[in-house]
């Protein structure tokens, strides 16, 4: 099993940039992929980006491309999500999710990944 606990969310103006960091612990060597999912109020949760673990192997949803950048940095066990020009729509719940299955790619529905952070709000005034 993997602990992932989040951090870096807060209230931010649109237009403006948030970091949002995982850290993850536990049987890390297992993981292969790290995403990123959100859910916004009375919304599902939606993939917003991922990751390969040992590769450079990246996918993000439509609405955040160019806007958003996934990385990690193996040394210390983290996931980055940063976000540039927030918008209000991007207000939500997000979660760090690690997918300790060898896939093909990288997946973007939740139910394949089997550990979860507790989620950091972010919310995007405008």
């Known amino acids: 099993q993997v602990q992932l606990v989040e951090s870096g969310g807060g209230s931010v103006q649109a237009g403006g940039s948030l970091r949002l960091s995982c850290t993850a612990s536990?049987?890390?060597?297992?993981?292969?992929?790290m995403a990123w999912f959100r859910q916004a109020p009375r919304k599902g949760r939606e993939f917003v980006a991922g990751i390969w673990w040992g590769g450079e192997r990246t996918n993000y949803a439509d609405s955040v491309k160019g806007r958003f950048t996934i990385s990690r940095d193996n040394a210390k066990n983290t996931v980055y999500l940063q976000m540039n020009n927030l918008k209000s729509e991007d207000t939500a719940v997000y979660y760090c999710?690690?997918?300790?299955?060898?896939?093909?790619?990288?997946?973007?529905?939740?139910?394949?990944?089997?550990?979860w952070g507790q989620g950091t709000q972010v919310t995007v005034s405008s």
């Open positions: 999710a690690a997918d300790s299955v060898l896939r093909s790619g990288i997946v973007t529905t939740e139910v394949h990944y089997a550990d």
């Open positions: 536990g049987r890390t060597s297992t993981t292969y992929t």
